[in-house]
Every structure is written in C-alpha cells, then in structure tokens.
C-alpha cells in the first residue's frame, strides 16, 4: 500500500471522526452534565440541583406513568408487530397467487408519512363521525349484531357482549378514552410496523434450504406446525433477534402519533418518553429534566443493543 | 387427501390476507376518499367513496360578501384547491425535497471517504475509528434532541435550513453499510487506478462510487424516506417561521387551524404529501423493498 495513504487515511476518516464527536457523543455528555442542573435556554446560567431530576422521575407519578406508557407501548406493539410480520410473511411464501400483490399493499404504510397517517386514523376513528364507530353503529340491530355478539355460542350472554353493549350506549371514544388509547396509538404503531417486519421475515425465510424441509418430513415431520417449529423458526433465529431489537428501539421512540393525537393524554394514558422530553425539554423549557429523560432513555437503548448482541453471541444461528 | 384439502386451504390463506389487506387500506381510502368529498357528506358519511360531486358552497367565499352563486364549486376542486391556497404547500414540498436532497448528499460526501479509508487504507487510529462507528450506531439522533437543539440555539441556527440538515450529516449507518459493501471490491481494482496515476481522492468517487450504485441506491431510498417522513426534528427546530416547514410540519399546523368544514382540504393536503413516495415506491417496488431490508439487515 502507498506510503501516502498514511495521511489519506486521516484526511478522510477526519469529517466523519469531527462530526460523530459533535454531533453524537458531545450531545450525550452534555445531556449528561444538564441533567444534574436546573438549566433554561435563555437564563444566564444555572445551578447544581444533584439527583434531583433523577429523584423526581422515580418519585412522582407523571414519570413513574411516563415510564410505564412507553413500556406498555413497546409490551403491544412489538410482539404483535413481530407475529403478524411473520404470519404475513409465511402466508404470502406460501401462496401460489397474489403474493406480491399482498405484499405491496402491507407495506405501504411503512412508506407513508406516520404523522399523516395518524391524522387520519384520528379522523377514522372519530367517535361520532368517524368511519369505524358510524360503521359499528350502522352493524346495530342488523345479522352484523347478532354474529358479533357471540350470543350464539351456548354459554355465552349476547346481551352482555362489547358489541351488544355499544349498540345499547355507545362505542368507545378511542384516544378519548383513558381506556382505550393507549391500545389505539399501539394499534396505529402496529399497523405501520408490521410491513416492514414481514419484509424482513420473507427475506429471512428464502435463506431456508429446501432440504431440510425434505430431511424434516423424512424424520416424521408431517404436519405444517411440526415443519415450522423444527425447521423456519430455529432457521428464523438471526431475523427474529434483529426484528425484536429494531422493532424495540423504534417503538421507543413514537412520537408523532402521540404528538398529533392524544398529547400525552387522556390523564398521561400515553404519555410517551420521547413526547416526554419534548414536552419538558422543548414546550417548558425545563432542559435538566428533559436531559435526565433522555439519559433513562439512552440507557434504554443501550440495554437492549447489549442484549440483541448476547443472543447473537449465543449463536441463535443455526445455518 | 392432499388433493382434496389444498384448494380450501389456499382460500383460506387468501380470506387471511385480503382481511388484513382491507385493514390496511382503510385510511388511505379515508385519506383519499374524504379529500374528494363535501363537508356534508363526509359528516353523514354519505356519498360513496368519490362523493356526488353535487356543486357545494363556500362559506368563506360567501362571508367575504360574494353572491352565493359565485361561490359555488364542486367538492373535489374546492378541497385541493383550498390545500393550496390556504396553506403555502409548494413551498412545503420544496422544502422537503431541498431537505431531503441536502441530507443525502451531505451524508454521501462524508460517509463515503470514511467507508473507503476504514476498508481499503491502513492508517494509524482506524480501529479506533472504526470502534467508534460501532459506538455511535448505538446513539438514536432523535433521542440526543435535546442538546443538539441546546447547541444550535446557541449559534443562533434555529428556524434556518441548516438546522434541518446539520444533525442527520453524519451517518454512521451509511458509513457502516458502505465500509461492508467497499470490503468486497477487490483491491486488484483499487491498485489498478492507482498505477494509472489516480489520487486517492479521485478512486472514491470515480471508482468507489460507481461500484457502489447498488448500495448507494439502497441507502438513498432509507435517508430519503426516513427524512421526507420525518415530523419529531422539523417540530423541534423550526418554530415559527412557515417558510421552512416540511411537509409534515405543514400538515399539522393545518389540523390546528382546522374546523370541521375543512376537513376535506387537510385531507387533500395529506394525499399530496403522501404520494410521490407511494407513486416513486409503487414504479420501483423491488428496489424499495431489496432497499429497505439491505439497510435493515446490518
């Protein structure tokens, strides 16, 4: 190799090196050191408080609900983000039509702005005019009525059921509703993520030798659970650590559809991190909480980095 | 018994799939559906999905003291039109693309002389360099917001273009994803260029480069989505001044404004915003999908 490329070497690894320090690590010491102080954008200077900030988000109930949204939001939306990917996934593999056509549609909302989509969800699930309640409504006192209230398994109280019991008073407010909106903004989370897992998941299943379905069904594997059990999930093993953490780590971060819709609300329902530390950091200006947030938040991610590099470590390869 | 069993099960899996799929549509239908419709009909959820179409009033038209037939317009016009008019949304596009191209190509011409130098020089410092990619990858941009906007505060660089595009420059995923691919050119072909005569500089971007289309095109369509969708950073740096909103940021300052009657005209705004990448992902499916997954993968 060229004497030269001694100093090339420098010279181009320079802006890239220059930027990752300002850019990334010096916002991480600094959120670091804000944390631990009482500091405002605008005030001259500002004043040690300690642990404070850290106390507070152990102590009081807003961040102690803060922290438990953001976990409720990742607990919903990743297996079930995680599962139907890969459902989708196997069916598409497994049809001998259309496969395609399913898998463009199913990926759309991976490509859509989410804060536009999370508009118009808002507008589709509106509690009097929106789409899904005027269509619920409209299923009252018809055959829908009668088959979704389930009264007709023996044992079960049609009267009684979700359905009956809408049609008789009225259907959910959704974000409204303390009730139900955190499983709403869950349910827009999962219907833009789930795309982007089955495309990861049909790339992992083409990477599935065909013989060891042979070799599975020679050593007794008849049935179609027996073959994905012993052959696609352990084959799926890499794809799946990999799914689970970026699904983890985005699902951390939602913001838009809480920003747009609920603003943390009904009673900090879904009162996520992110909008957390935009609320206290950006709204209130309150940037050593807003710092220690994002400190709790960084740890977050770092922990389940670590974990996704054990597994991988652990060789969930079997190939 | 195979025989008999496959053709049902096969429906079934179709029955599965177009549920889901009917699911997913639902708020592009609405999306669409409600920028073609009058305010009357989309509160009594009347009209089909295009709408009659019956010529309605506007009301604003009216309360400026025109006559009423004046003012009459079919839904469809009035809804796109008043997108246009009552908000600067060319000027939100444009921003996005002005945005969007930036980033990309600020975070090529970083990105690409260290991936080349990580995989094909030897210097002193590279592991180090290359141990602090893998550290940075940790680092989630939208998480650090906080201090970088305390940053640029600081320099007075709030509400300008440059704050929109500064954070994103650095890609330590672009730099990662590029060094993999870079390690794959065979150093026959770097040695080549340079007993030719070539500087290093002029090998990454008229060798490394063009080798590189594939993987480039992979990551532009990652940055490009990520940045023409992206809501939490515009929110954050740009606070009052319209002239540099994003798309995004347009929209949403228009559900505050909006009363119910201009439902249709916002929804006509999130149909334009949403198109060209669905229309762009639609013409180069393959890519997209062969995209997204390379740059997911690592």
Not at chain 2, 219 to 227: D, E, R, T
Request: hydrophobic letters at 50%; one cysteine or more; proline letters at 5%.
């Amino acid at each position: 190799m060229a004497v030269s490329s001694k100093n090339t070497g420098f010279w181009f690894v320079a802006p890239a090196v220059s930027l990752m320090f300002l850019l990334l690590i010096a916002p991480v010491l600094v959120a670091a050191f804000l944390s631990f102080t009482d500091y405002s954008l605008g005030n001259q200077g500002f004043s040690w408080v300690g642990l404070e900030n850290y106390i507070k988000m152990f102590s009081r109930s807003t961040y102690s609900k803060m922290i438990s949204a953001s976990v409720t939001y990742v607990l919903l939306v990743v297996p079930l983000s995680i599962g139907l990917g890969l459902g989708a996934a196997l069916l598409i593999n497994s049809v001998r039509h259309f496969g395609d056509f399913y898998k463009t549609i199913y990926f759309l909302p991976v490509m859509a702005a989410l804060l536009a989509m999370a508009i118009v969800w808002e507008f589709t699930l509106h509690p009097t005019i929106g789409l899904v309640n005027e269509t619920l409504a409209d299923g009252c006192g018809a055959w829908t009525e009668t088959v979704f209230s389930f009264g007709w398994i023996p044992g079960i109280d049609g009267g009684q059921s979700w359905y009956s019991k809408g049609c008789q008073d009225s259907f959910p407010l959704w974000f409204g509703d303390k009730s139900y909106s955190m499983g709403t903004v869950a349910f827009i989370g999962i219907w833009q993520a789930f795309g982007f897992n089955m495309v990861l998941y049909l790339a992992g299943l083409t990477s599935v030798p065909r013989e060891l379905y042979q070799a599975a069904e020679m050593d007794g594997a008849y049935r179609a659970w027996d073959r994905f059990r012993l052959v696609t999930w352990p084959m799926l093993g890499p794809t799946t650590v990999f799914v689970v953490t970026i699904t983890t780590i985005r699902s951390f971060q939602v913001f838009d559809t809480v920003e747009a819709i609920t603003h943390g609300g009904p009673s900090k329902s879904t009162y996520v991190m992110m909008y957390a530390i935009y609320e206290k950091g950006i709204q209130q200006n309150l940037m050593g909480i807003g710092s220690a947030i994002t400190l709790v938040f960084l740890v977050f991610v770092l922990l389940l980095t670590l974990v996704q590099r054990y597994f991988v470590e652990r060789k969930v390869h079997y190939a | 018994m195979m025989g008999q069993t496959a053709p049902m099960r096969e429906a079934a899996k179709h029955a599965i799939l177009i549920l889901g799929a009917l699911i997913v549509i639902i708020p592009f239908y609405v999306m669409v559906s409600y920028s073609l419709k009058s305010p009357r009909e989309i509160e009594s959820n009347t009209g089909g999905f295009f709408g009659a179409q019956a010529p309605m009033v506007d009301e604003y038209c009216v309360k400026v003291g025109n006559p009423k037939e004046d003012c009459l317009e079919t839904p469809v016009i009035f809804n796109y039109s008043q997108a246009i008019k009552k908000a600067p949304l060319f000027r939100y596009l444009l921003n996005g693309v002005i945005v969007t191209a930036s980033i990309f190509l600020l975070q090529v011409l970083i990105a690409l002389p260290c991936a080349y130098a990580l995989s094909k020089l030897r210097f002193w410092g590279r592991e180090f360099v290359f141990s602090l990619v893998m550290f940075c990858l940790l680092i989630p941009v939208h998480a650090i917001a906080l201090p970088i906007y305390i940053m640029l505060a600081k320099i007075g660089l709030t509400n300008t273009y440059a704050s929109l595009v500064i954070p994103w420059t650095i890609s330590v995923f672009g730099i990662f994803l590029m060094r993999q691919f870079f390690m794959t050119v065979p150093d026959d072909l770097i040695d080549a260029a340079r007993m030719d005569g070539m500087s290093e500089f002029s090998i990454v971007w008229k060798v490394m480069l063009p080798t590189a289309i594939p993987a480039l095109l992979a990551f532009a369509i990652f940055s490009v989505v990520a940045h023409w969708n992206d809501y939490f950073w515009p929110r954050i740096v740009i606070t009052g001044d319209r002239d540099l909103y994003t798309p995004p940021l347009g929209l949403r300052e228009f559900q505050g404004d909006a009363d119910g009657s201009m439902w249709g005209p916002m929804m006509a705004t999130a149909t334009i915003i949403v198109t060209p990448l669905l229309v762009v992902f639609m013409l180069a499916q393959r890519r997209f999908i062969e995209g997204i997954t390379l740059t997911g993968m690592k």
